[in-house]
């Protein structure tokens, strides 16, 4: 069965960072966009970032966590990353990542097949 694993998830406290990782089970990410996702508590899951997979295309993010996030993907790991630093309390979250066959960035939902299980991170002091 074809799966994405996230893992990296946990209890920080407001300011603190985590790093999730991404990782697919029976297939390689080479040509997949990769985007993360997150659904807080008693709301609608959105889209946060996003990486193609072309090379030299910027990875994109969502206003929320511009400049306190960062995508990146190490091919010969064959894993996509999410730095989060100076997590705020509204950060709490299940976290997902997913693939996007066409390659680009998109926060549709509809544009991805293949999902993880999510990792659930939970900023508290």
């Known amino acids: 069965q074809l799966q994405l694993v996230e893992s990296g998830g946990g209890l920080v406290q407001p300011g603190g960072s985590l790093r999730l990782s991404c990782t697919p089970s029976?297939?390689?990410?080479?040509?997949?966009?990769i985007g993360w996702f997150r659904q807080a508590p008693g709301k609608e899951r959105e889209g946060i970032s996003c990486?193609?997979?072309?090379?030299?295309?910027?990875?994109d993010y969502a206003a929320s966590v511009k400049g306190r996030f960062t995508v990146s993907r190490d091919n010969a790991k064959d894993t996509v990353y999410l730095q989060m630093n100076s997590l705020k309390l509204e950060d709490t979250a299940v976290y997902y990542c997913?693939?996007?066959?066409?390659?680009?960035?998109?926060?549709?939902?509809?544009?991805?097949?293949?999902w993880g299980q999510g990792t659930q991170v939970t900023v508290s002091s």
């Open positions: 997913a693939t996007n066959p066409r390659g680009v960035c998109s926060y549709s939902e509809d544009d991805y097949n293949y």
């Open positions: 029976r297939f390689t990410l080479d040509y997949y966009a």
């Open positions: 990486i193609s997979s072309f090379i030299g295309e910027s990875p």
